[in-house]
């Protein structure tokens, strides 16, 4: 109060204190709830850490198997949810399917918005985290012109999300172990990153009490720019751009220090990592064990290798302190299990939703929290007349 900072992009500014995530972008450190990330990667599972950032403490055997029992239970969407799908054009990005549906999904279930009552909260929360992987999957298929699945309850989530992608209507679905371990480590490697664009989005429109399904769409679509979630996606055609046109990494990484018509190296750079995202080196080393267990062999990992060399050499990234970020190596593990390019940013969604949703309800439990108003400095024209 009293004077107002000019602060664009919010780098120097905090809109909250928060209790979930801790980054030390000098040093190289993410911690979920206080557990290194590393930790949590190689040792539990996504639901697990789902609760962990939700609730706060990873859960024991019995809440971990409740928690899993209670999405289980909610995975099935209305048949008219279904059907909304089929008011979207076949070559609908599924990203904006995915913003689109749940946006959609909060006009059945407003009974329950109320943001004051933990008992309704409580049972949205569950709702949305076993109803967006079916969305999801709607989504691609629609973009395929495949029929949907039904939810299958007997699987876990990673395996029924898989299956309910994948799967077709007469046949028999095999999941593949490795994929399944592979998914499970890096949506969890997704699944909160404090306050990113995304996320804070979930908490603006959040903080004028618009309901959970609302917030979160808002944050799917800013979660869906190249320069944030969509880099996955990016990463990849820019990488298969170098393929095709045989341009070489090294003059590709001089267009990129020239800026030549704002050309940037996706997947490289972030606003707090000065040094190597931990996330990435995970990723990276998911990469090469996954392609080899899937029997995978990509050129596009070895141009990936061959751009993290170059670049981590060269003075212009060194300067700016620019590393690798998570969006580096994971859409290479994402073709490698069978995804189409244009699904990577959902992915992530996926991964990110348990952060929202505990970002959000932090927010709406924290007796500090107010509507969410930046201000201006105004430099438009003084007071005239027509
Ligand atoms: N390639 C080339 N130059 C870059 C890059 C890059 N990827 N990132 C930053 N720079 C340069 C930028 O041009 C600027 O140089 P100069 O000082 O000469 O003007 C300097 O580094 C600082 O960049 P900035 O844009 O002020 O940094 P920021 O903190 O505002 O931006 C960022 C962070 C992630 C948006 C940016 O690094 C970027 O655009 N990266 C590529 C997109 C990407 O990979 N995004 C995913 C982020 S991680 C996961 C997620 O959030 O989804």
Do not use: C
Request: charged share 25%; net charge negative; glycine share 6%.
């Amino acid at each position: 109060t009293g004077h107002t900072t000019l602060d664009y992009g919010f780098v120097n500014t905090a809109a909250t204190q928060s209790a979930i995530t801790y980054i030390d972008g000098d040093a190289g450190i993410l911690r979920y709830r206080g557990y290194p990330i590393e930790e949590l990667a190689e040792q539990k599972s996504f639901l697990d850490v789902a609760y962990l950032l939700i609730y706060g403490e990873l859960p024991s055997a019995d809440e971990l198997g409740e928690f899993d029992t209670r999405i289980r239970r909610h995975t099935l969407l209305h048949e008219d949810l279904r059907r909304f799908f089929d008011s979207l054009p076949r070559d609908a990005h599924p990203m904006s399917a995915l913003s689109s549906a749940v946006s959609a999904l909060s006009t059945y279930y407003a009974a329950d918005h109320d943001p004051h009552d933990p008992r309704r909260v409580e049972l949205q929360t569950i709702r949305l985290l076993a109803k967006l992987p079916v969305i999801a999957a709607y989504a691609h298929k629609k973009s395929i012109g495949q029929a949907f699945l039904y939810p299958d309850n007997s699987l876990s989530f990673v395996e029924n999300y898989l299956k309910l992608n994948f799967g077709l209507m007469a046949e028999e679905y095999e999941l593949n172990p490795v994929m399944v371990k592979a998914l499970e480590r890096l949506l969890i490697l997704h699944a909160d990153h404090e306050q990113n664009a995304s996320t804070s989005t979930v908490r603006l429109v959040g903080s004028t009490e618009a309901n959970l399904f609302a917030s979160v769409s808002a944050g799917i679509h800013a979660l869906s720019g190249p320069l944030h979630g969509g880099a996955n996606e990016a990463v990849l055609t820019m990488l298969r751009s170098i393929q095709e046109s045989g341009e070489g990494v090294q003059r590709f990484v001089e267009r990129v220090k020239r800026k030549e018509q704002g050309v940037r190296l996706m997947g490289f750079g972030h606003r707090v990592y000065k040094n190597y995202d931990p996330r990435a080196k995970l990723v990276k080393s998911s990469a090469d064990e996954v392609l080899e267990a899937l029997g995978v062999s990509d050129p596009l990992l070895d141009i990936a290798k061959e751009l993290e060399q170059v670049a981590l050499n060269d003075d212009y990234f060194i300067e700016r302190k620019l590393y690798p970020n998570v969006d580096f190596y994971t859409g290479v593990i994402y073709k490698a299990m069978g995804f189409p390019e244009r699904m990577f940013t959902v992915l992530f969604a996926i991964g990110r939703l348990p952060g929202w949703i505990a970002h959000w309800r932090e927010m709406i439990d924290d007796p500090q929290t107010k509507i969410g108003r930046p201000q201006q400095l105004y430099v438009g024209p003084g007071e005239r007349h027509i």
